[in-house]
């Protein structure tokens, strides 16, 4: 099984950029989507975007379209996560995910079925 270690959380001003990662270890994730999510104190958690086993095909949630864009490193085994515009309403602890599929060329943050998380990282938007 993998290991998913996040990292780049922080305090971050409204409006305001950061990228977060997301390295594995311990296997390869040739036949694994990567999914981001998070959760605010009293939500439920969101699936926010995914990105394909072959890295060709991404997808997002309405609340971060356009503002976020993720990404995957295959060759280190690291994803990330780019955010722009940041708000106080994006403020939550955000998880790296695995999507095991034979399909590797597709993803939907509206089919998160998840086999392995990790611990997560805190993102504050401060006004």
């Known amino acids: 099984q993998p290991q998913l270690v996040e990292s780049g959380g922080g305090l971050v001003q409204p409006g305001g950029s950061l990228t977060l990662s997301c390295a594995a270890s311990?296997?390869?994730?040739?036949?694994?989507?990567i999914f981001w999510f998070r959760q605010a104190p009293g939500k439920n958690r969101e699936a926010i975007s995914c990105?394909?086993?072959?890295?060709?095909?991404?997808h997002y949630a309405d609340s971060v379209k356009g503002r976020f864009i993720i990404s995957r490193d295959s060759a280190n085994n690291t994803v990330y996560l780019q955010m722009r515009d940041l708000t106080p309403e994006d403020t939550a602890v955000y998880y790296c995910?695995?999507?095991?599929?034979?399909?590797?060329?597709?993803?939907?943050?509206?089919?998160?079925?998840?086999?392995?998380w990790g611990k997560g990282t805190l993102v504050n938007d401060s006004s």
């Open positions: 995910a695995t999507q095991y599929t034979i399909v590797r060329t597709l993803c939907s943050v509206r089919s998160p079925t998840i086999d392995f």
């Open positions: 311990g296997e390869g994730l040739d036949y694994d989507a």
């Open positions: 990105v394909s086993a072959s890295g060709t095909n991404t």
